[in-house]
């Protein structure tokens, strides 16, 4: 097995908790940063229909072996990605949601939030766009967070008086 020292777009706290794995446990987040990271440059290349797992494969510096110990199929690597891409999004919706002072804030702030975010993303976003349909799973515990969040931030809203009193679970869904 090979493993390059990366150094992936994250924050500094995210720095503070690798520096706390042991070097088996970062060996580990990097391989399946690469897999992660070769996974969304071939599904913008290639569409997610036309890409193989042996595509991905030859994108990362990895033996096949390896890459096949953190995911055996391409909806695996693909639903991997969309759950990462939660996580790095959700708390800059929260954040633009908790600044909101009326409705129209909250909303509009949520969607140029993920609006600039998707901008970022690109390969990601390239990927969903290809020509072929693609189911992405919305019951993952990730995109579930951020739901809750979504209706935890609503419900503040409402204490706040940034909404009118009405049913914060309705409102989310």
């Given amino acids: ?12 706290s995210d ?3 690798a520096s706390k794995l042991g070097k088996r446990d970062q060996t580990k987040a990097q391989n399946r940063h690469l897999i992660l990271e070769a996974a969304r440059r071939v599904f913008a290349e290639l569409g997610y229909g ?3 797992v042996r595509d991905i494969i030859r994108a990362t510096p990895l033996a096949s072996g390896t890459v096949y110990k953190y ?11 969309r759950d990462e891409s939660a996580l790095r999004i959700r708390p800059r919706l929260r954040l633009e949601r908790m600044r ?19 901008v970022e993303d690109q390969a990601n976003y ?3 766009r290809s020509n072929e349909t693609l189911r992405v799973r ?3 515990p990730e995109i579930l967070a ?8 609503i419900a503040n809203g409402i204490a706040r008086g940034v909404f009118p009193p009405v049913d914060a679970d309705y409102l989310m869904a």
Avoid: W
């Fill in 138 to 140: 919305m019951d993952t």
């Fill in 1 to 12: 097995d090979q493993c390059l020292t990366i150094e992936p777009e994250h924050s500094a």
């Fill in 126 to 128: 390239t990927a969903i």
């Fill in 71 to 81: 995911f055996k199929y391409k909806e695996e690597v693909f639903q991997a990605n």
């Fill in 100 to 118: 909101a002072e009326t409705v129209e804030a909250f909303i509009s702030g949520t969607y140029r939030t993920f609006f600039d975010y998707t």
């Fill in 146 to 153: 951020g739901f809750e969040e979504l209706r935890e931030d």
């Fill in 50 to 52: 036309a890409a193989t």
């Fill in 15 to 17: 720095g503070a908790k």
